[in-house]
């Protein structure tokens, strides 16, 4: 029963353009969603964050977007850079106690020059 | 920030023999570090919560007597694959939260990728 889902396996984007990588969520217990990106051979590295109790968090080039209602978030890179090429994982959690991360199966970026 | 340090990075062991992956917190005291599993195209799959001082709390499905864990202190927690075979190949990962960060505290370690001959 996978409780983060990335249906998306790819995708390919234009340098310059937005790259827009989604996520969906079963359980509505989780409190707080990240996003990390992912280099063959390497452990994950995180980017960026949103707490349940916000929308849309922002961090340079890099916007997350929660939909609570929908169970849906998405990730936003703009403008796209070749160096953004990777795996890209969502990932969830219960902030209460020192719980785990649930990933996705995560989304292989490839942005074209 | 913190950082979590995995090794070997990679290792290639026979079919049979015992394999052990640290993972050390380099910066911070980690009272609870957790063991992932990626097989190819896959999802990191929490495979066991290491605590400090005590037992580890295993995921459904997975074998405490094939993957032993030990978190004999507040910067170390020990994987030990037992007598391997070829389908315990696979990326394995460590993490572990700064308890002096928010919810996004997690740092990974490295990976550590075994192949099982």
């Known amino acids: 029963d996978q409780q983060v889902k990335q249906n998306s396996p790819s995708l390919s984007v234009q340098e310059g353009r937005i790259s827009i990588l989604n996520c969906d969520y079963t359980?509505?217990?989780?409190?707080?969603f990240l996003w990390y990106k992912k280099y063959p051979a390497e452990g994950p590295t995180f980017l960026i964050s949103i707490s349940s109790i916000k929308d849309k968090n922002e961090d340079g080039r890099f916007t997350v977007f929660l939909n609570k209602s929908a169970k849906h978030l998405s990730l936003h890179i703009v403008p796209s850079q070749p160096g953004d090429s990777a795996v890209y994982f969502c990932?969830?959690?219960?902030?209460?106690?020192?719980?785990?991360?649930?990933f996705g199966k995560g989304t292989r970026l490839s942005v074209i020059a | 920030g913190a950082v979590v340090s995995q090794h070997p990075s990679r290792v290639i062991c026979k079919s049979g023999t015992s394999v052990k992956i640290e993972c050390r917190s380099l910066?911070?005291?980690?009272?609870?570090m957790f063991w992932y599993r990626q097989f190819p195209k896959q999802s990191l799959m929490l495979m066991a919560t290491?605590?400090?001082?005590?037992?580890?709390?295993?995921e459904q499905g997975v074998e405490k007597d094939k993957f032993l864990i030990n978190h004999a202190s507040l910067t170390l927690s020990t994987l030990t694959v037992t007598s391997a075979h070829p389908e315990d190949s696979s990326f394995y990962i460590c993490?572990?939260?700064?308890?002096?960060?928010?919810?996004?505290?997690?740092?990974f370690g490295s990976g550590t990728r075994l192949t099982v001959v």
């Open positions: 993490s572990a939260r700064d308890p002096r960060t928010g919810g996004n505290g997690y740092t």
């Open positions: 290491s605590n400090e001082g005590s037992k580890a709390t295993y």
């Open positions: 359980n509505s217990m989780f409190d707080y």
């Open positions: 990932a969830a959690q219960r902030l209460s106690g020192n719980t785990p991360l649930v």
């Open positions: 910066d911070f005291q980690a009272t609870t």
